[in-house]
């Protein structure tokens, strides 16, 4: 019985940032192996059988599922230039998701592209949250973390405020945040960044409360 695990079911304990194959790591039963290799002695005729043992044992070695190898296949029968393929062509198919641990999403955040990532649900949820892009994250079917879940920071949230921080100083405190956004573009180190940006952040939540209790006292 072949064993797989595409992404949207492995987002468990050993899944880290970087690239992670969608196939996952398994095996190859009989029944695909044999249609598979069918297919591509119909499209190349001339290939030898010694070709097929050695294509066989390194499906085994770098862990082939079934579903990564029926993709393989139909790619390289669409795909390659005749008259023959080679092995190294099969073996290194892949389609693969990368997931971004919070450092790396700082950036995206700070690029203004952080909306186009979700959390991803982990199986145990104490370990390093991960993101990937919604793009992925439709394609493959992976389990996500709900917004009203989380904040991108991972702390817990706020409770709603009833009075708003007053606009320009919120206006004051998003140029010094963009200010600080540029400088980490070009020169600060990622940890130099994240201490400037938490920061910033304390000082919008400071403003906001100097606000908030000022109305309090005009309304008494």
């Known amino acids: ?113 952080g909306k ?10 104490t370990h390093q949250p991960l993101w990937a892009s919604t793009d992925d994250v439709e394609r493959y079917h992976l389990p996500v973390v709900e917004r009203e879940e989380h904040n991108p920071q991972g702390a817990t949230p706020r409770a709603p405020r009833e009075v708003p921080a007053s606009k320009e100083v919120v206006e004051k405190v998003r140029a010094e945040m963009d200010a600080l956004t540029m400088k980490a573009k070009t020169r600060l180190s990622r940890e130099a960044f994240e201490a400037n940006r938490k920061r910033a952040q304390e000082a919008l939540r400071s403003a906001t409360d100097e606000h908030a209790n000022q109305e309090a006292e005009r309304e008494q």
């Open 1 to 113: 019985m072949p064993t797989s695990s595409p992404v949207s079911m492995s987002v468990t304990l050993e899944a880290k940032p970087g690239e992670v194959s969608v196939y996952g790591q398994g095996s190859i039963s009989p029944t695909t192996s044999a249609r598979e290799m069918k297919k591509i002695r119909d499209a190349f005729p001339k290939i030898s059988d010694g070709w097929y043992s050695v294509l066989s044992m390194q499906l085994k070695a770098n862990g082939f599922t079934d579903e990564r190898l029926t993709s393989a296949v139909n790619d390289l029968i669409a795909t390659c230039e005749y008259p023959e393929p080679t092995i190294a062509r099969i073996l290194a198919f892949d389609r693969k998701v990368t997931f971004l641990d919070y450092p790396a999403m700082c950036e995206k955040w700070a690029q203004g592209l």
């Open 116 to 125: 186009f990532y979700r959390m991803v649900r982990r199986a145990d949820p």
